[in-house]
């Protein structure tokens, strides 16, 4: 019997295993820290055990669910595509039923979480669950679909703020446009992998529109406006020097990851994608904390 339930239990977790893969989970440290960024500013400080709970709740399964509705979306291309084509549904390894019940239940753990925080929150999840998914069908008729999923991203910061102000403020706005950019400008560099195999399946996207060596450029400008609006941010919460290391220290590192992408070698795309922007939203979020807590003591 006990080999029975272990058996169940290793099975459980392999399961669990290809879901996490599914969604990439680990690139939750894209948003969420800018949702904690958002959370310290609209506190002033620490956000309430229960908020954060809650919070972080909304985020994982806000985007548990649109990473599910994309994979399923996007199942036939990415069978197509030699880069994605063993991706778990697929490759056959999570079936459609299944990716569709896990996309369901997250989406009412999102609504759920909504409601835990406040009225506003529960009125617009149905609004922010149609954004999110609306954007995995954006590429199949337009080249600035990297923006969409910048709005759709952005939700983080505008999303904590509404959580515990329970209302939206133009003080935050920046650093929801600071999201927008700096996930928009990645995610061209991403789609340089694919310029081939979008052009040859009708396929949209800034690289595919405009090629490789403009969206490198564009890619710089969105990075650019990401900075300034930080910066923009630190102002209007009458930041101290400290955050502005912070945000120079966000710089040097879009600087780097640029110097990673050259339009005849994108052999180091991975590396600049995977890490570098995970380091930058933990940037932000660590020197919003310092100034917000220990510097205010």
Known sequence: MSTKLGDRMLLGIKRTGLYLKMIKFSHSVFALPFAFTSGVLASGGIPTGRQILWITAAMVSARSAAM????????????????????????????????????????????????????????????????LFFYSYTKRFTWSSHLFLGIAISGAPLGAWIAIRGDISLTIIPLVFAVVFWLAGFDILYALQDVVFDKAHGLYSIPQRFGVKRAITLSRVFHLLTFILLAVTGVFFKMGFVYFIGISVVAALLIYEHSLVKPNDLSKLDMAFFNINGYISVTVFVFVLVENTILKR
């Not at 509705?69 to 697929?90: Q, V, W, Y």
């Not at 019940?101 to 009125?123: E, I, Q, R, W």
Request: aromatic share 8%.
């Open 68 to 131: 599910g509705l994309n994979r399923i979306a996007d199942r036939k291309i990415d069978a197509l595509n030699p880069r994605t084509k063993n991706r778990e549904i697929p490759s056959g390894a999570v079936k459609l039923a299944e990716a569709s019940v896990f996309t369901a239940m997250f989406s009412a753990l999102f609504v759920l979480s909504a409601y835990m925080l406040n009225p506003l929150c529960f009125k617009l999840s149905p609004v922010v669950l149609a954004v």
